[in-house]
């Protein structure tokens, strides 16, 4: 593997155009082993005349039709977290996780041996918990593996754990975020002071709101929100700089948008991401087609990096027709999330119908007439669309079961005393 730069060392754009025409034969030539391109590439091709590689095509080869090494030579293997049914296959040897692990580490609020690094994202078949893993003890932190698959790893000892081991950096979904805060209210803490060691949440798995964003960092008193974009399949694919723009790593590997509407694809605008990784030899990816709908652009941004920068949209892009008005979640998570900090609201719910949009917040009584009243008046004023909003007691959409609960896994066990509860005989929990 190439050795990558420093983070935002990377020269002009002429540089990594140069990394990445350098690179492409390698590409090219893993590719040509695995049985999935073989059937598919003719030679000579440039990547200019091939078609996108689509999440049907790495469902048709599982689990190893883009196999493109020895078995012997992988380290890993992963399935994404897709909903469609059908697995999709990912792995890597250990030379690929060299790079995997470098370009998470990319963040402009850095990992060091100082850090202890709470990882709260899945370690089964999904890479996320891997990579943050791998990058974090690369760095030489402390990692604090708080899987938030496990039953091991309820909310009540999830903030335990954020407060006890002083927990300077984690690694979630930004909802989860969220929920710390008011777990940790719960168990009599208050997140904007009494968790003074932390200095960055790195978020990523959803699409966050300028908004959400602000929101979460006043929840914890001011601690940055560090985003990071990427997949189980390619790895991280884009960071943040510290303008608060994403960037996406073209000098590991190339982007390029489809417009899902007219078939042609073009090095920047909106439409569906398109990858080719530079790096990555156990399951080589030409034009892979993430399905994710972003905004990249080659505009000069404030930090320097001579990257482009991303916008992710996600299914949030997607929207609903309301009457005449078309509403999507990103517009409404904005408005929900503008509404002042002393209002409270951190969990909402919105149902598109027909005639109206109907919204669901958590709000004490006290500010529920003044939150209810100053969402709906947001809506009419973004989408001109009625809107119904109801306050519910917090609780109504996260139960604070949810948040007080100490759930452990228990060992299995066949033989019990006289007054023990033999129906957990085998089961685990």
Not at 72 to 100: C, I, K, N, Q
Not at 136 to 153: C, E, I, K, Q, Y
Not at 233 to 251: I, K, N, R, V
Not at 285 to 308: K, T
């Amino acid at each position: 593997m190439s050795e990558a730069k420093p983070l935002g060392e990377w020269g002009d754009a002429d540089e990594i155009r140069a990394i990445q025409e350098k690179q492409l034969p390698q590409v090219f030539a893993w590719a040509q082993r695995s049985p999935f391109y073989q059937a598919r590439l003719r030679g000579g091709e440039t990547l200019r005349d091939l078609a996108p590689t689509t999440k049907q095509d790495l469902r048709d080869a599982y689990p190893f039709g883009l196999l493109a090494v020895e078995k012997s030579r992988l380290a890993t293997y992963h399935e994404s977290s897709g909903t469609a049914g059908a697995a999709t296959a990912s792995y890597y040897t250990e030379e690929d996780w060299v790079d995997l692990a470098e370009r998470y580490a990319r963040k402009w609020i850095p990992i060091g041996p100082e850090d202890t690094f709470f990882v709260r994202t899945p370690y089964a078949l999904m890479i996320t918990g891997h990579l943050a893993h791998r990058a974090a003890r690369s760095h030489g932190a402390t990692v604090v593996p708080g899987d938030n698959r496990s039953l091991a790893m309820p909310y009540s000892r999830v903030v335990r754990l954020l407060h006890d081991l002083e927990v300077s950096i984690t690694w979630s979904l930004p909802t989860e975020t969220l929920i710390w805060a008011e777990a940790a209210r719960h168990a009599g803490w208050r997140p904007e002071r009494d968790f003074p060691a932390l200095r960055a949440f790195y978020v990523g798995g959803e699409p966050l709101t300028a908004a959400r964003r602000a929101r979460i960092s006043e929840v914890w008193g001011g601690v940055p929100v560090v985003e990071e974009f990427g997949s189980t399949e390619t790895g991280s694919l884009a960071g943040e700089c510290p303008h608060g723009q994403m960037h996406f790593w073209a000098d590991r590997a190339i982007p390029e948008v489809l417009d899902p509407q007219t078939g042609e694809i073009s090095a920047e605008g909106a439409g569906h991401l398109i990858v080719t990784p530079l790096f990555r030899e156990a399951m080589p990816l030409l034009r892979y087609n993430l399905e994710d709908n972003v905004e990249l652009s080659y505009a000069p941004c404030a930090c320097g990096w001579s990257l482009p920068t991303i916008r992710v949209l996600g299914r949030a892009a997607f929207g609903y027709s309301v009457g005449t008005a078309r509403i999507n979640q990103h517009d409404t998570e904005e408005l929900v999330f503008g509404l002042p900090l002393e209002y409270g609201v951190a969990f909402w719910r919105g149902r598109a119908l027909p005639d109206r949009l109907r919204i669901e917040i958590e709000v004490t009584a006290e500010h529920r007439q003044a939150a209810c009243a100053a969402l709906a008046e947001a809506v009419q004023a973004r989408f001109g669309a009625p809107c119904e909003v109801t306050g519910i007691d917090p609780g109504g959409l996260l139960p604070h079961r949810v948040l007080t609960a100490s759930q452990d896994v228990l060992k299995p066990r066949s033989l019990f005393g006289p007054d023990e509860d033999w129906d957990k005989a085998i089961i685990y929990g």
